[in-house]
């Protein structure tokens, strides 16, 4: 499952992954086509959805540069991050590291 980010969203315990995106972002689109599947397929992840026009502090604090972004979190601190994101592969590939996550 997905959840769009407000601030009563607590991503600080266990694995999440922050998405920004932007509406109308045809790169963000891509992203959206595949980050459903992949919710309900590693459920223990946890995918907060960021619309990065609204919640620009959130934006900066994680010195997000571009859109679409993947912010990997463990217990709330970053592991890795993805940008410029091209396929659903990619994405994969992190969500399978266990080690990462």
Same mark, same amino acid.
Do not use: H, M, S, W
């Given at each position: 499952m997905i959840v769009e980010? +407000? &601030? $009563?969203? +607590? =991503?600080?315990? /266990?694995? @999440?992954?922050l998405w920004f995106s932007i509406p109308g972002c !045809? !790169?963000?689109? *891509?992203?959206? @086509?595949f980050m459903k599947e992949l919710s309900e397929e590693f459920g223990e992840i946890a995918i907060v959805h960021v619309n @990065?026009?609204?919640w620009s502090g959130l934006v900066e604090g994680f010195r997000i540069l571009n859109v679409p972004t993947l912010v990997y *979190?463990? +217990?709330?601190?970053?592991?890795?991050?993805? $940008? *410029?994101?091209?396929?659903? /592969?990619?994405? *994969?590939?992190? =969500? &399978? &590291? !266990?080690?990462e996550l």
């Open positions: 980010y +407000d &601030e $009563n969203v +607590d =991503f600080t315990k /266990g694995k @999440a992954v !045809p !790169p963000c689109r *891509l992203v959206e @086509a @990065a026009e609204k *979190l463990k +217990d709330g601190k970053e592991v890795a991050r993805q $940008n *410029l994101i091209r396929g659903k /592969g990619e994405v *994969l590939i992190k =969500f &399978e &590291e !266990p080690r």
